[in-house]
T-cell receptor, first 109, second 113 residues
Framework: GQNIDQPTEMTATEGAIVQINCTYQ??????LFWYQQHAGEAPTFLSY??LDGLEEKGRFSSFLSRSKGYSYLLLKELQMKDSASYLC??????????WGAGTKLIIKP | DAGITQSPRYKITETGRQVTLMCHQT?????MFWYRQDLGHGLRLIYY???????DKGEVPDGYVVSRSKTENFPLTLESATRSQTSVYFC????????????FGPGTRLTVT
């Protein structure tokens, strides 16, 4: 079956760096997305990776290794507003998005 | 204002009743999607549509019906609501099914009693 694994919850300190991992096993691969979802709100797009390597966008970076079925989202200079759930999603061979259950990130002062 | 809207935002209904959740987008995006989100699960695709009058099943379509007579609207109907359909429902749209970000509506919190 298709599966995406992310840690359920992580805690980090304001101003620090945190890495949220995502591993996937899907039938084919056509790209990986990261979304941010604040409590009670809709998911919003953060990043998209289709080739191996690191994509940087301000304080957020996303890495992909297709051979390892692995991605991570790196958040630098953490701010309290970064407290949210981070959703990993993979596009499979049928171009369907398969979603992970999300990682709840708690930022402490 | 441009964007994607859902109505109602909150709904309480009884088992066996028919319920329709509305979704409207102003970007003229081709693709529209309906998801449900439950604690401990990722977003699960119910139905999607590639264009007006073209719809297809997702991962969890049973008990749901969709239609898309106009590009901008994509209503989701629960024909006979069950308690297991208590969930948060998100509508989303995108320019393409592949490699494009999806824009999500604010969600509808549905409770079936």
């Amino acid at each position: 079956g298709q599966n995406i694994d992310q840690p359920t919850e992580m805690t980090a300190t304001e101003g620090a760096i945190v890495q949220i991992n995502c591993t996937y096993q899907t039938s084919g691969f056509n790209g990986l997305f990261w979304y941010q979802q604040h409590a009670g709100e809709a998911p919003t797009f953060l990043s998209y990776n289709v080739l191996d390597g690191l994509e940087e966008k301000g304080r957020f970076s996303s890495f992909l290794s297709r051979s390892k079925g692995y991605s991570y989202l790196l958040l630098k200079e953490l701010q309290m507003k970064d407290s949210a759930s981070y959703l990993c999603a993979v596009t499979d061979s049928n171009y369907q998005l398969i979603w992970g259950a999300g990682t709840k990130l708690i930022i402490k002062p | 204002d441009a964007g994607i809207t859902q109505s109602p935002r909150y709904k309480i209904t009884e088992t066996g009743r028919q319920v329709t959740l509305m979704c409207h987008q102003t970007w003229s995006h081709s693709y529209m999607f309906w998801y449900r989100q439950d604690l401990g699960h990722g977003l699960r695709l119910i139905y999607y549509s590639a264009a007006a009058d073209i719809t297809d099943k997702g991962e969890v379509p049973d008990g749901y019906v969709v239609s898309r007579s106009k590009t901008e609207n994509f209503p989701l109907t629960l024909e006979s609501a069950t308690r297991s359909q208590t969930s948060v429902y998100f509508c989303a749209s995108s320019e393409s099914e592949v490699a494009y970000e999806q824009y999500f509506g604010p969600g509808t919190r549905l409770t079936v009693t």
